[in-house]
């Protein structure tokens, strides 16, 4: 599990990104797959989502977590309305204490955003489509209406798929390129080999939000030796499925 050293200054929050050590599961899932939507046995991925709660220290029933499709939708989580069956978007906020929101990643960007003084937090799933849609805009903008201030939120960009192992079609670029000249800077050109930089795009994401307070932990899900499950690896290696690593985070 790996810890941000901004977030970890907070004593009344827990949180954590989880690789793919200390789990359940065998074969091409080894070993701690959080991912009910792989093909991986359903006992083993309960199993591995027990010991990440324990690890947490939260009850299972209150881990929440979503169907993530890649979309700029999220979910307020209220006392009232605490219905986790069948929430379908990528990003969770809540304000309650002991509940536990999770997020799914096998090269895609987990984000966690932190207001110490409203004591609300948010986990996001954000991969090239769901920055690009805005889903980082969307919750933000969500979380000032609620009356947090920019100067009081950190955000915390976790383990995902590194510049160097992320090449992207000419028609991936176009995109946005088209969407904004600026965005150019985000991408590498090699030979003819175009490659994508997504924590670089999604921390400048955040400080056009406004958002000073950022962290990058700098660990690439691709490389076999950081112990992450990856989806750009297993096609690479053949593979016709992969695990997903979990990260999650609570107010005690």
């Known amino acids: 599990m790996i810890k941000s050293k901004k977030l970890s200054k907070f004593t009344n929050i827990k949180h954590g990104f989880f690789n793919k050590k200390g ?3 065998k074969g091409i899932y080894k070993s701690l797959n959080c991912g009910m939507g792989s093909l991986d046995k359903n006992k083993n991925v309960i199993n ?5 709660c ?3 220290g939260v009850n299972q029933k209150n ?3 979503l169907k993530q499709v890649h979309s700029n939708k999220f979910y307020f989580i209220e006392k009232n309305k605490l219905n986790k069956n069948k929430l379908k978007g990528d990003a969770l906020i809540t304000n309650l204490k002991n509940i536990a929101l999770g997020i799914l990643t096998a090269d ?3 984000i966690f955003i932190y207001d110490n003084k409203k004591k609300i937090i948010s986990a996001i799933h954000a991969g090239w489509k769901g920055a690009y849609k805005g889903i980082l805009s969307k919750v933000i903008k969500f979380l000032l209406k609620k009356g947090s201030k920019l100067k009081d939120l950190t955000a915390i960009i976790g383990p995902c798929i590194s510049k160097k192992n992320y090449e992207v079609k000419k028609d991936f670029l ?3 390129i088209k969407k904004d000249k600026k965005n150019k800077k985000f991408f590498k050109f090699k030979g003819k080999k175009t490659y994508f930089c997504l924590n670089s795009y999604v921390y400048s994401e955040l400080k056009i939000l406004g958002i000073k307070n950022l962290e ?3 660990k690439d899900t691709f ?12 096609i690479h290696n053949n593979e016709n499925d992969y695990g997903r690593n979990i990260s999650i985070i609570m107010i005690n």
């Open 23 to 25: 789990g359940k599961s």
């Open 216 to 218: 990058i932990i700098k």
């Open 223 to 234: 490389d076999q030796k950081n112990n992450f499950f990856s989806a750009r690896r297993s």
């Open 48 to 52: 591995n989502i027990k010991i990440v």
């Open 63 to 65: 881990l929440i977590t």
């Open 54 to 56: 324990k690890k947490i």
């Open 174 to 176: 176009n995109k946005f």
């Open 108 to 110: 895609c960007a987990p």
